[in-house]
């Protein structure tokens, strides 16, 4: 299991993404129980929500050079912005990214068309 910060360079040699506990509170104070649904959401659309985006980096970025904010966004999307934030969420939250977790699934998935594959034979 990986818990480590998304390296996040644009904004300075130290800084990354990563998402404490009182972050995640944070979080849930401000979008209700739901949450994690909705930030999950919100990050994962082909359009991310400029909100949630903006809240999550507000909350994520830590060890920023002292300047860095004058270079936001620092020449990313926002699609590209979220795609690091759903990583660094994810991390914290399963200890894996997101693309690690679509493969886990894809794996057990195989592993369950194999099981009803051997049944039906």
């Known amino acids: 299991m990986r818990t480590e ?10 800084a990354v993404l990563r998402f404490t506990v ?23 659309d082909r359009d991310p929500s400029p909100v949630i985006v903006a809240r999550c980096m507000a909350l994520a ?26 990583d660094a969420l ?10 690690e977790l679509k493969e886990a699934k894809a794996a057990a998935d195989r592993v369950a068309a194999r099981k009803v594959a051997e049944t039906a034979s």
């Open 5 to 14: 910060p998304v390296a996040f360079p644009e904004a300075g040699a130290k």
């Open 22 to 44: 009182d972050d995640l509170e944070s979080l849930e104070l401000d979008f209700g129980g739901a949450w994690l649904a909705i930030v999950v959401g919100g990050l994962g």
């Open 61 to 86: 970025l830590k060890g920023e050079d002292e300047d860095a904010g004058l270079d936001a966004p620092w020449g990313l999307t926002p699609k590209d912005l979220a795609v690091r934030l759903l």
């Open 90 to 99: 994810h991390r914290v939250i399963h200890g894996k990214t997101t693309d």
